[in-house]
């Protein structure tokens, strides 16, 4: 039985359809288009793609925004609202507790009603979780929005990765997953500049605005044409792909590799643990897992939680300022990235990233331990306030490189489509669950000691770089395709 023989089976059974469907503006053919004066663009395969990542990347903006939030309205909404530190704790911390269920449901979610389905749904929790904050009076409308706003960016953090590769050419999908990151460090920055000028309601009305103008968007751009084939809507499927890759391009090559890669998984099929046995479905999760997990155990979390008081004892007044700044370096570091990784490769990267996070873990632990050895009034205590702070400076450029975005791209181009649903929620609940882990204990171990917390972080960098030269396999310039196959 063929392709088409398959989908057409699939017809009157469990076939399931999107739940935004793929639109009908992009069926109109050349022979309407030069009616058009945007035709021309829209014929151009990197625009078209460009465009609907820019839309998709609204989402990582909000999971930035959210990620941000905290830190500029700390003392205002402990003011207003009466709370103690632990609970402002809690407040913060359930974001993370809302994105393990979001990281559980969104592979799922994923599978069920597609990839621009799932973007919706994850719009709208965001969407309340905000206006519940703007109008709390107490810690219960605070718990409610942020625990609502981690749900939705747990489906974020795994869906839109996945729908960049799915739709991006090989050629340019590095450069186009890693706007995934960049839109994240977008966020953040946002949340901290708007954040030294608006009140904290202000500033949670104004963290409804990415998904609102998301919404909208989604109905303008196509479904992901590997969703689309693994569903068996073949004419849909070719659809997309063709508007993805301009009107006038021939797609006969790419749908037809699609194709293969389809027909060679039974996609009624449900995916069992025994399947994971196999090296074609292990050694991608285990490779997905543990650079997610490793990405929230080079301690990045704890380092920029504590990066204020690094700053304070470098002399520097407004610490406000100085995270705003640390902010700009991220997204500036990130652009670079991007930039990059196509040109560089993944794996070079991650063993660049993770190596100048080691190097530069070394010298704040370097100086944290000093410390305790100099006079608090000498000038030797002011250097190595200055080399902690050169430190942070220097690991958050470092992660912003190559561990901050690719393991999430790699994560969306290894996984097999067979397992992407339930190997893509794993992987994300694995990261949120560790970043949850080292932002709650990164304070106590700081306690305990400074320069050991960071020597302890700088192990883990260097296990990373030995970890991506063992296991992590270069995928520029490659097919989802035929990255896949190499792992059979």
Known sequence: ?????????????????????????????????????????????????????????????????????????????????????????????????????????????????????????????????????????????????????????????????????????????????????????????????????????????????????????????????????????TEDFEASLQVLRGFETDITHEVNEIKASVSSTNRKTAINFADLKRRRYWLPLMIGIGLLVLQQLSGINGVIFYSNYIFETAGISSSNVATVGVGAIQVIATAVATWLVDKTGRRILLIISSSGMAVSLVLVATAFFLKGFVSEDSRMFGILGILSVVGVVFMIISFSLGMGPIPWLIMSEILPIKIKGLAGSVATLCNWSFSWVITMTAPLLLTWSSGGTFTVYTFMCIFTVAFVAIWVPETKGKTLEEIQLSFR
């Open 1 to 233: 039985m063929d392709y088409r023989e398959d989908a057409e089976d699939g017809r009157g059974g469990d076939l399931r359809k999107p739940f935004l469907h793929t639109g009908s503006w992009y069926r109109m053919g050349s022979a309407q288009s030069s009616m058009m004066g945007s035709a021309q663009a829209i014929r151009d395969s990197s625009i078209s793609v460009l465009a609907c990542v820019l839309i998709v990347a609204l989402g990582p903006i909000q999971f930035g925004f959210t990620c941000g939030y905290t830190s500029p309205t700390q003392s205002a909404i402990t003011k207003d609202l009466n709370l103690t530190t632990s609970q402002f704790s809690v407040f913060g911390s359930l974001s993370n507790v809302g994105a393990m269920v979001g990281a559980i449901a969104s592979g799922q979610i994923a599978e069920y009603v597609g990839r621009k389905g799932s973007l919706m749904i994850a719009a709208i929790p965001n969407i309340i979780g905000w206006l519940a904050i703007s109008f709390a009076q107490d810690y219960s409308f605070l718990y409610m929005g942020r625990l609502l706003e981690g749900f939705g960016v747990g489906i974020i953090s795994y869906v839109v990765p996945v729908y960049i590769a799915e739709i991006a050419p090989q050629n340019l999908r590095g450069a186009l997953g890693s706007v995934n990151q960049l839109s994240v460090t977008i966020g953040i920055m946002l949340s901290y500049l708007l954040g030294l000028f608006v009140s904290w309601r202000i500033l949670a009305i104004l963290g409804v605005l990415p998904c609102l103008i998301l919404i909208p968007g989604l109905f303008f751009i196509p479904e992901s044409p590997r969703w689309l084939a693994k569903m068996g809507m």
